[in-house]
């Protein structure tokens, strides 16, 4: 627990993170004649897709059917209330939108991105595929759709560790379907709402003498246990919603696997646990290893899940919350400072457990 010197240099730390996130992260889209130039940085090299309303070289937009491999890209493209242009997807039981859902018999599974179902994917025709990652051999696996004349764009929102820079993506998506104004007014709302509910708390711990509380996320999972880096984006989160986190010193943007004693030793006093797996219930947590009933927060019962809006297999919290960092920021900063005034009244994606 930080004493109130250390909330005092916390709220003024926090009122002095609002950043101009648009000039970071792993892409940049530059207005070109008829359309958009798109760059997409990855590991020292850059890729350029020309977006054009004409019929000339590039990509045509709006393009009109897309194929996804990853539940985020729903997210953003439900945002953008494309959803039609979606053909086709890996797995339609872990699909979250409802204006997806109800296209579901007309959508088509073409398996997952490590084998995905090309000739189903070439027959479908679809103007853009977009993967999750662009590694030699990735692209090298899905030369056979470039080579068919299918655009294939890899989509690196995972890799940004600010919740701001993934959200930034839905950019992204609106250059291909034309809606690239709309999309940058979807995002300057949400990075808005997010800078208030930080300078917010940055003012109430200001005001206020109030301890820092010590969080802990995950529980193990098979005998390890992954918790957030310091430079990740759970961590990032964490900072922002004025929390003291164990692991925040780490330099690493990756999950940290650890063992129960090593975490035990830093985080048995927590004030919270967040983020259990998939458990829905404190049992569940403790069922995972008995042991866990001596940390202060399952002891205590102040464990919280991204359960609320769960349906069947669907975690919309991993959907749509790539596009709603300020909803999320706003159930931390609720279950951390449960009397504040400032964030929403009700949890959006979080649940405490019974």
């Known amino acids: 627990m930080r004493k109130i010197i250390f909330v005092l240099l916390l709220a003024l730390l926090l009122f002095s993170c609002q950043r101009d996130v648009k000039k970071n992260g792993l892409f940049s889209i530059k207005p070109i004649h008829n359309g958009y130039e798109l760059r997409i940085y990855s590991s020292g090299q850059t890729q350029i897709f020309e977006l054009k309303r004409t019929n000339s070289d590039g990509i045509h937009i709006p393009v009109r059917g897309v194929v996804v491999f990853s539940s985020t890209h729903v997210g953003f493209i439900c945002r953008l209330g494309q959803q039609e242009r979606i053909i086709a997807l890996p797995d339609t039981s872990y699909i979250c939108c409802q204006g997806l859902k109800k296209r579901f018999p007309?959508?088509?599974?073409?398996?997952d991105e490590i084998s995905p179902d090309f000739e189903e994917i070439i027959e479908l025709r679809p103007d853009v595929v977009f993967i999750s990652g662009y590694s030699p051999s990735q692209m090298e696996r899905f030369s056979r759709l470039t080579q068919a004349g299918i655009a294939v764009v890899p989509i690196l929102e995972y890799r940004e560790t600010d919740p701001l820079l993934r959200a930034r993506w839905i950019e992204v998506f609106g250059a291909f379907f034309d809606k690239y104004d709309q999309a940058k007014k979807i995002f300057n709302?949400?990075?808005?709402?997010?800078?208030?509910?930080?300078?917010?708390?940055?003012?109430?711990?200001?005001?206020?003498?109030?301890?820092?509380?010590?969080?802990?996320?995950?529980?193990?999972?098979?005998?390890?246990?992954?918790?957030?880096?310091?430079?990740?984006y759970m961590a990032r989160f964490l900072k922002d919603a004025g929390a003291d986190y164990p692991w925040s010193s780490s330099t690493s943007s990756q999950s940290l696997p650890l063992s129960f004693e090593q975490v035990y030793q830093r985080a048995a006093k927590?004030?919270?646990?967040?983020?259990?797996?998939?458990a829905m219930g404190l049992e569940q947590v403790i069922s995972t290893d008995r042991r866990l009933a001596g940390f202060k927060a399952v002891r205590e019962g102040r464990v919280y899940n991204f359960i609320r809006r769960?349906?069947?297999?669907?975690?919309?919290?991993?959907?749509?919350g790539v596009v709603n960092p300020d909803k999320i920021l706003s159930d931390l900063i609720n279950i951390f400072y449960p009397h504040?005034?400032?964030?929403?009244?009700?949890?959006?994606?979080?649940?405490?457990?019974?």
């Open 106 to 111: 007309e959508l088509t599974q073409i398996g």
């Open 189 to 232: 709302k949400i990075e808005k709402n997010y800078n208030l509910l930080s300078r917010n708390l940055a003012n109430y711990l200001a005001k206020n003498s109030i301890d820092s509380p010590l969080v802990l996320v995950n529980i193990p999972y098979r005998g390890t246990w992954y918790v957030p880096g310091g430079q990740s």
């Open 270 to 278: 927590a004030d919270f646990l967040i983020n259990p797996n998939l």
């Open 310 to 320: 769960k349906r069947g297999k669907c975690f919309d919290f991993w959907e749509s």
């Open 340 to 354: 504040n005034t400032f964030a929403s009244d009700t949890m959006f994606y979080y649940q405490k457990l019974n």
